[in-house]
């Protein structure tokens, strides 16, 4: 039984057949292929070039349209020869007169095979056939032959004799196409322009027929039409080249050239970070920007472990062209936690890529600040600033940026800190963003603060709107009656007995209660004011970058600048006095020296005797460590265990001493030196990582907050500072000015620059090479002696100098002059140039006779803001009464006030200083932890279980021993000048950090000193940071001895060959040839070195040093 399948849709149908007998399936392995003859067969050439086994053929029934089937469903002879052929469609419709592209012709019955295609015509001209392009019945390609001039005509095809023409609607036409310019006529070498051809009849062929050539590059066409637009590629180098079209083999020229031009470059990026969550704007300076069509801002994020594979791409976008140097992005979002990986920035210029870095750093994306919810979510009774809390808020931020709002309406953001953020409210109490029905809280505005494209809803704000409900007319007669009733019964009674007593004390009362509002108002102004300024300091640290010495200059510094020849010191100048003739026998002698150090049998020894001597003065002791760290620097590991078995004979002294306590707590001997030198190695690169900002920032801080108000150039006291020895005890008036500096062969514009009226002639120049030099380091700086500073207050001009004939006398003494003294005003115009054979006083400034001589006589008595007590002055002062005495003495601490306004202003910088260096949550250098676990181990060891002990070691291993020395001398790790007066308030800091690091408890009375009485408050807080730092770095997982050891050896590895090794070594030598016999007994003495022959060896090398024959 036969069964009708529809399968219609497919040319073909396979069944699996099976046999049923009785109800019983019978499986066969017999697969019969079902097939449908006018699937896909429309026309006659089609249906006869079908395989032979379907059996198809082209029926014409009477009455029927002719189709394809089956040759036994054909009930009328079937057909042999199909009709002519038609032409339905071509492509394309046009052509160069030259010819040479490809024309497809689209119809039915063009053929059961390409034999069957004898010849074509395009316009009465031959077109050449394509076998392989050719498609049964449906599609001939041939190429089209050359024409003389343009021409329009029909397509005609033989196929088998029977000829087809297209229809007159379908027209190929001959054409030349005439390119006349392009836009635009230059782009950058890295290519990627979007050029676009302008012309007629460009629109010829089809794009694929179309080439496009900008010199010998090709462009890439991506749009073809009236207007041909294409991507330029590469070029190797600057030129102006030749635009060429290419149809179908035929060139045409553009007759506009094209401009190849350099590549555009990124020359500054502000800001240089982003929070993660993006939207801060980027302003991009750079050249080339013109030649640029689009811009747009893109960020990649690779996971270190995971490599390219998983590659994360993040897209920003352009905000603003300012104009040819300058574009404005939004940096997008990126991940939460940016730290994770490594983060390139990069802008696309049309097709080329720029990382955004410049000489010193990339730009960077940072972790999203955090920020505390209000306590209940409701601050209240909020009328002049909200305080806002959180943490890293100014990381990637500033004041200008950042928004914040109290429902619908701005709150004016007045300060940014790391932690805090204050902003000024709408003066009346907003409506919230989303009010909420008979929800009295959801009613009350919220506090939202948005840095870029992120916001943070911190809670609901509730302004303080209590008012008196009582009407005025009942506060009168109930309140006003009552109380002045009070009074005059008060005053009654007491008139007699306190009357006096209450009017003094109302009167103290009222002095405290407004010093104490002056103190906080202070604070707060001076506070607020050095944030903007430090802000700007922050643009041009960024800018200009931290100036942290070089490796070898910082160790130096460490090492030898306090020796007793300063910076005139053998190592620091590197100078080796040695004749040439002996210069090459002394260097070998010298490297021979080098070997013996690396014996520890000879080193140890060596260490022992020379400390053994009484003359080997503790300053020696230190010097000698010195030199050995630098001349031991290639092998830092050998150094290391070197200073551990020092350390361990010196731990031993302690503990049979059974003062363990000790220890450590001074530079007595070699090792405890080689520790301190040991740690500034180790944490240079940490101090210049992660610590360095903070503290550069804190120098900073104090140099300006110093600067602001008066310095005494002579006595070196400040108004504002934070050490009362060094506060300038009396009222100086004074006014600040901005005066306008032009700098020789500076260029025309003139640097703004905040001076004091009371600075001397030299204070005034320093400020001034500190604002125009402050993108160099301070030792490329000019010296304020070497510079001339000139005031043209109209036609004339005038040079001014700390002291001339203008000067202030007073019988021996003379005034240092001031821009006072010389009546410079606010907006004055000076010109700074260097001193030179030309420059010389004004006529009216020349020494008289005898002048010179005076001022040389008497150049030790001159004053600048206070004058010291004179000889006469002395004298009346011993005879004067206690009581005068004390009553100065009381006058002198009323200014002591400062000091805590000073600290108070400054006090965020200290915190943050302590947070940078007292975290274990952040990076603790691996040495820290290794000598901290050493330590350890011996109080463990020699059972001291004492916690107090191995604090104190801890404390005078770390803090005490590199911190304090990093801290109060900051141009050992800056290239900075540190000036006496920000010295007096760093040496407070400094001891503050000391007192932080003992767990003794200081008993604070009225003649405690006052940096004591000053860090009081903080000082619990800081020994719990200490506390904490101690105790998390007890928890983190162990450096091992082989983690430090090929950390040290990468150290020696990057900074060895910079060092003064050889003068090292030669000065080392000194230390022997003085104790030359002791050593030389020591040695013989020592069985193992005796195995070592390490005296003989000394010997060979003391005979060649001093150039003398030896006995051996």
């Not at 002719?66 to 002879?77: I, M, R, T």
């Not at 032409?87 to 024309?103: A, C, H, V």
Request: overall charge negative.
């Amino acid at each position: 039984m036969s069964k009708e399948f529809s399968y219609s849709a497919n040319e073909t149908l396979l069944l699996n057949l099976s046999i049923r007998t009785d109800k019983v399936k019978i499986d066969s392995k017999l697969m019969v292929t079902v097939y449908n003859c006018s699937y896909g067969r429309s026309d006659c050439s089609l249906c006869l070039a079908a395989h032979q086994d379907y059996k198809c053929v082209w029926c014409k029934e009477d009455g029927k349209p002719s189709k394809c089937v089956y040759e036994k469903l054909c009930h009328a002879p079937p057909t042999d020869t199909c009709p002519h052929p038609e032409i339905t469609r071509i492509e394309p419709k046009t052509g160069p007169l030259s010819g040479g592209i490809l024309l497809t012709i689209m119809g039915s019955n063009l053929g059961i095979k390409a034999e069957d295609v004898k010849s074509i015509t395009v316009a009465d001209k031959e077109c050449l056939f394509k076998e392989e392009f050719y498609s049964v019945s449906t599609r001939i390609v041939c190429q089209v032959g050359p024409m003389d001039e343009p021409k329009q005509g029909q397509i005609e095809v033989n196929i088998n004799g029977k000829l087809g023409k297209s229809p007159s609607q379908v027209l190929f036409t001959y054409q030349e196409p005439h390119p006349t310019g392009i836009r635009p006529e230059s782009g950058p070498q890295a290519g990627g322009t979007t050029l676009t051809i302008m012309g007629r009849n460009l629109a010829t062929g089809s794009k694929k027929d179309v080439q496009v050539s900008v010199g010998n590059q090709p462009c890439n066409v991506i749009e073809f039409g009236d207007e041909i637009i294409c991507i330029t590629g590469p070029n190797s180098k600057v030129d102006r080249v030749e635009v060429t079209m290419n149809y179908g083999g035929t060139a045409v020229s553009v007759p506009m050239q094209f401009s190849y031009k350099e590549n555009p470059t990124v020359t500054k990026f502000l800001p240089v970070n982003s929070f993660s969550s993006g939207g801060r704007n980027i302003t991009v300076t750079g050249t080339g920007f013109q030649l640029i069509q689009s811009f747009s801002m893109v960020v990649y994020a690779e996971h270190p472990e995971a490599g390219k594979m998983n590659l994360k791409r993040f897209d920003g976008k352009l905000v603003e062209r300012l104009n040819e140097t300058t574009v404005v992005f939004s940096s997008p979002p990126i991940l939460e936690d940016p730290e994770n990986y490594n983060i390139t920035t990069i802008i696309l210029m049309d097709h080329y890529n720029l990382v955004v870095k410049n000489e010193s750093h990339s730009f960077a994306y940072v972790a999203d600040p955090t920020f505390e919810n209000f306590t209940d979510g409701i601050k209240k009774q909020v009328n002049k600033l909200i305080n806002a809390k959180g943490s890293n808020l100014n990381k990637a931020m500033t004041i200008d940026e950042a928004q914040a709002f109290v429902g619908d309406e701005p709150c004016n953001i007045k300060t940014l800190t790391e932690t805090d953020l204050y902003c000024e409210p709408p003066e009346v109490q907003p409506q919230p963003k989303k009010r909420q029905k008979r929800d009295t809280i959801n009613n009350l505005p919220e506090f939202i603060v948005k840095f870029g494209l992120r916001e943070w809803i911190l809670g609901r704000v509730e302004y303080d709107t209590r008012v008196s409900d009582i009407p005025l007319n009942l506060i009168l007669p109930l309140v006003l009656i009552p109380m002045l009733a009070i009074i005059i019964i008060s005053i009654i009674c007491y008139r007699r007995k306190s009357q006096q007593a209450e009017r003094e004390y109302e009167k103290i009362k009222s002095q405290l209660e407004g010093l104490e509002e002056s103190v906080r108002d202070r604070c707060k102004k001076e506070f607020t004011d050095l944030m903007i300024e430090m802000e700007d300091q922050t643009n041009d640290i960024n800018e200009a970058g931290i100036p942290v010495l070089d490796y070898k200059t910082y160790t130096d510094r460490v090492f030898f600048l306090p020796s007793k020849d300063g910076e005139k010191d053998v190592m620091i100048t590197g100078k080796l006095d040695i004749p040439e003739a002996r210069r090459q026998t002394v260097e070998q002698a010298l490297n021979q020296f080098s070997n013996l150090l690396n014996s520890k049998s000879f080193l140890i020894n060596f260490i022992h005797t020379l400390e053994n001597q009484r003359e080997f003065s503790a300053r020696a002791k230190v010097y000698f460590a010195s030199l050995l760290t630098v001349a031991l620097h290639g092998k830092l590991e050998y150094y290391t265990d070197i200073m551990r078995t020092l350390f361990l004979e010196l731990m031993e002294q302690y503990v049979v001493a059974k003062n363990p306590k000790l220890m450590l707590r001074r530079s007595e001997t070699v090792v405890e030196r080689m520790l301190s030198n040991w740690m500034s190695i180790c944490l240079y690169q940490y101090l210049k990582d992660n610590a360095g900002e903070p503290l550069y920032k804190l120098f900073k801080a104090i140099k300006h907050q110093v600067e602001k108000g008066p310095v005494d150039a002579v006595l070196k006291k400040a108004k504002y500072t934070l050490n009362d020895t060094g506060l300038l005890g009396d009222d100086v008036e004074y006014t600040q000015l901005t005066v306008n500096v032009y700098v020789q062969d500076g260029g025309t514009d003139s640097i703004p620059v905040k001076v004091l009226n009371c600075d001397t002639i030299s204070q005034v120049k320093e400020k001034i090479i500190d604002q125009v030099y402050r993108n160099l380091p301070c030792s490329q700086w000019p010296k304020a002696d070497s510079v001339v500073l000139e005031w043209r207050p109209g036609s004339t001009a005038q040079i001014l100098s700390d002291l001339d004939l203008t000067s202030q006398r007073d019988g021996r003494w003379k005034r240092i002059n001031t821009l006072m003294h010389y009546n410079v005003r606010d907006g004055a115009t000076l010109i700074l140039s260097k001193m030179g054979i030309s420059q010389q006083p004004e006529d009216n400034q020349q020494d008289v006779p005898g002048e010179r001589h005076a001022l040389l006589e008497d150049e030790n008595k001159v004053w600048h803001l206070v004058r010291p007590v004179d000889e006469i002055d002395e004298g009346k002062s011993k005879r004067g009464s206690v009581k005068e005495k004390e009553r100065t003495k009381a006058i002198t601490e009323i200014y002591l006030t400062r000091l805590l306004s000073v600290k108070g202003t400054l006090q965020q910088f200290v915190d943050n200083f302590f947070h940078s260096v007292l975290n274990s949550n952040h990076v603790v250098p691996p040495a820290v932890k290794y000598f901290f676990d050493f330590l350890d181990e011996q109080a463990e060891k020699h059972d001291i279980k004492d916690e107090d002990t191995i604090h104190i070691w801890k404390t005078n291993s770390l803090p005490l021993r590199f911190w304090v020395n990093i801290l109060k001398n900051p141009h050992f790790i800056f290239d900075v000048h540190v000036h006496e007066v920000v010295d007096a308030s760093l040496s407070v800091i400094a001891q503050t950090f000391m007192d932080a690091c003992t767990r003794t408890e200081h008993k604070l009375s009225r003649d405690s000193p006052s940096n004591k009485l000053l860090y009081a408050k903080e000082i619990s807080n800081y020994k719990k940071m200490v506390e904490d730092y101690y105790k998390g770095i007890r928890q983190m997982v162990p450096v091992s001895d082989q983690d430090m050891n090929t950390h040290l050896a990468e150290i020696s590895r990057a900074h060895t060959d910079s060092l003064n090794t050889l003068v090292a070594l030669h000065q080392l030598y000194q230390y022997t040839n003085k104790y030359y016999d002791e050593i030389i007994n020591a040695l013989e003495e020592d069985p193992a070195a005796q195995k070592m022959q390490l005296a003989f060896r000394l010997q060979q090398i003391a005979a060649a040093l001093e150039n003398k024959v030896t006995d051996l």
